[in-house]
């Protein structure tokens, strides 16, 4: 999982050091104009660009600014790493020269990982695994994916708490008394919060503790007096364990709090655990600028601002028996809906899974009447249902045959997502859709993995467990495909989604992710034009000469050209051409954690200035 934007750029290197950079830069005969693309150690997103001119190298500090854009101090903002590297390629903008050759990376190396990556994809899983008490790996993956743009701006902001050298609020005098007690090691050091507001390192050398202030300028950048600037207190500890950079010595043994090691993995101090996992974290403010207010009312919800994801993302492992007797179900009057089947009813499955003893589900209850059939098609849904797991899926808790045979699933309570985005247009942003549609990617994604086609893709079977959580439903007309086919072929036709369906399911009822695929583009649509009817005025026949015409659905006016775009390449005629579920859900993942990246309101614009 890569949420840096130069991931994908074959010049980016990672996180190598100037030395090896220049190694690099040799071994590819340097040139003039030759190029790569690194990690900054110092800034939380950061690169640097080396180059080579006449036989010496270049190295240009990339700063990634408060508002987003990225620049080299001094020079032109750009929008990303690879518009900056474009740029520089048609003017040297004050290097000696422009950017003429890129030194590429190994073929299937990847950007090598630097100490920051690993240490933030490790609190991630930590944080996301105690926050929703999640322990499978799998779910702890997909939360992961889904919310890392927002969680690791809370990370950058709360990650030194997690730290045994951070003691909180000490004195500057119990300060001293703890370094004083233990090992004398020159750089033995301790973090605390300073009286000023910020942070305050203090460290043993010669038997004396000194004390530095660490300051936070207004783009809130750390930095010890006259000293280099981070994004973060912990990427400056990590710095200065390798470079004294103005302090007596490096920094060397932690000065360990005990009371944080008694515990084990610690929370961010001082947050209260709720029941069901919950954990309230503080209002994570905008990334690199971690001391400024807290958003106001009406700004971005983060999923850690919400109880709803203890309960999306809870996997009740002990429920998934396949029948569940009678008296476990207490049903509701309140119908959630109504399908084909008969009716949805609200209902509590008691349960000795959770502290409540009891969990809000959905009951999919059969007509009586016409039952074999129906029956038939309601106990292959429930098999489909019974063989998946994934966070974005509509989980199936049981079956349980009583005065009807009744489907038992988790609860999306805010319903489908055609009718959700009709009726909160104001309050739903473009980027909440694309996070919406990312988190259906990802449930494609697990089905095509588990070879099986759902054949039903459509917003309306996209239910919403609340305005940020969607879990794809509805696994009636479902096929798992065998070991070693590619597809599964009906042997009639139906009633069938036309509108949504690929040219070769109508043509040849042949079914595959990559026809779930061309579904998945029509759902997109329905999603960014907040619910609108596809194909409004045509009936199915009519669509289907529309499209082997070679026309599509034109793009919904508040719909981002890089969506309209994969849109369309799910409306490939030819399957083979289509983009599977990896590569969907792969740019979605893309753009998405692009446009995270971007400014929230209220971000300052423009370079922070060096204080040096
Ligand atoms: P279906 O028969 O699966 O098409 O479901 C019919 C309707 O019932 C859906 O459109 C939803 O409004 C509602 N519904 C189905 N499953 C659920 C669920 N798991 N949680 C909440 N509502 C549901």
């Known amino acids: ?137 799998e779910d702890i993956e997909q939360a992961v994916i889904s919310h890392a743009p927002q969680l690791e701006k809370l990370m950058a902001t709360t990650a030194h708490e997690k730290m045994a050298w951070y003691h909180g609020k000490i004195s500057r005098q119990d300060g001293e008394r ?15 919060d300073s009286e000023a507001g910020t942070f305050a390192l203090s460290m043993l050398y010669g038997k004396t503790v000194y004390h530095y202030r660490i300051n936070q300028d207004k783009s809130g950048k750390y930095s010890i007096p006259e000293g280099d600037r981070f994004d973060t207190v912990w990427q400056m500890v990590q710095y200065l364990k390798m470079k004294p950079a103005g302090l007596m010595t490096n920094l060397s ?27 309230p974290p503080p209002r994570a403010t905008s990334f690199l600028r971690p001391s400024l207010p807290a958003p106001s009312a009406g700004s971005q919800l983060l999923p850690m601002d919400c109880s709803g994801f203890a309960n999306a993302y809870h996997n009740p492992k002990d429920l998934k028996k396949f029948f569940i007797n009678r008296d476990q179900l207490v049903m509701d009057e309140v119908e959630l809906g109504s399908g084909n089947f008969g009716c949805v009813k609200k209902g509590v499955l008691k349960t000795m899974d959770n502290e409540n003893g009891q969990i809000d589900v959905a009951i999919k209850v059969l007509k009586n009447g016409d039952e074999s059939l129906v029956k038939d098609e309601m106990m292959r849904e429930a098999e489909i ?70 054949r039903d893709l459509a917003a309306r079977n996209v239910l919403l467990v609340n305005q940020t959580f969607a879990k794809i439903s509805d696994f009636g007309l479902s096929k798992a495909l065998g070991a070693d086919d590619g597809y599964y072929k009906a042997k009639t036709t139906g009633k069938w989604p036309l509108k949504w369906y690929a040219p070769e399911c109508i043509s040849f009822r042949k079914f595959s992710s990559k026809s779930d695929a061309w579904s998945f583009g029509v759902t997109m649509w329905e999603a960014f034009s907040y619910g609108g009817k596809p194909y409004k005025k045509m009936n199915g026949t009519q669509v289907v000469d529309y499209i082997n015409e070679g026309n599509r659905l034109g793009r919904p006016s508040q719909c981002p050209e890089p969506m309209y775009q994969l849109m369309m390449d799910c409306w490939t005629y030819k399957h083979e051409d289509r983009p599977d579920f990896q590569q969907a859900e792969g740019s979605m993942r893309t753009y998405y954690y692009s446009i995270c990246n971007q400014p929230q309101p209220g971000d300052e614009a423009g370079a922070a200035q060096p204080t040096k």
């Open 178 to 192: 703890l370094l004083n007690t233990g090992s004398k090691t020159d750089g033995r050091f301790l973090v605390r």
């Open 1 to 137: 999982m890569s949420t840096d934007p130069a991931s994908q750029l074959p010049f980016y290197h990672g996180s190598v050091s100037r030395r090896d950079a220049e190694r690099e830069l040799m071994l590819a005969d340097m040139e003039d104009g030759l190029f790569l693309l690194r990690q900054c150690q110092r800034s939380l997103g950061g690169y640097v660009l080396s180059l080579t001119y006449q036989g010496v190298f270049h190295h240009y500090p990339v700063e990634r600014l408060p508002n987003g854009t990225y620049g080299i101090p001094g020079s032109m903002p750009h929008c990303g790493p690879a518009e900056l590297c474009e740029f520089l390629s048609r003017e040297a903008d004050g290097m000696p020269c422009a950017l003429r050759r890129p030194c590429l990376r190994a073929p299937e190396q990847p950007p090598r990982k630097g100490l920051f990556d690993t240490l933030r994809e490790n609190l991630l899983r930590d944080y996301v695994k105690q926050t929703w008490s999640l322990e499978d790996a």
């Open 253 to 279: 043994e932690e000065c360990a709090n005990s009371t944080k090691a008694a515990k084990s993995p610690a929370l961010p101090a001082g947050r209260k655990q709720h029941q069901n996992g919950y954990t």
């Open 385 to 454: 249902m019974h063989q998946l797991s994934n966070a974005f899926i509509v989980r199936m808790l049981g079956l349980c045959q009583a005065e009807s045979l009744m489907l038992v699933m988790e609860i999306a309570s805010a319903g489908p997502l055609h009718k959700f985005l009709q009726s909160n247009k104001s309050s739903v942003t473009v980027e909440g859709i694309v996070r919406l549609m990312h988190q259906v990617s990802m449930g494609m994604r697990y089905l095509e993995e588990k070879k099986f086609v759902h």
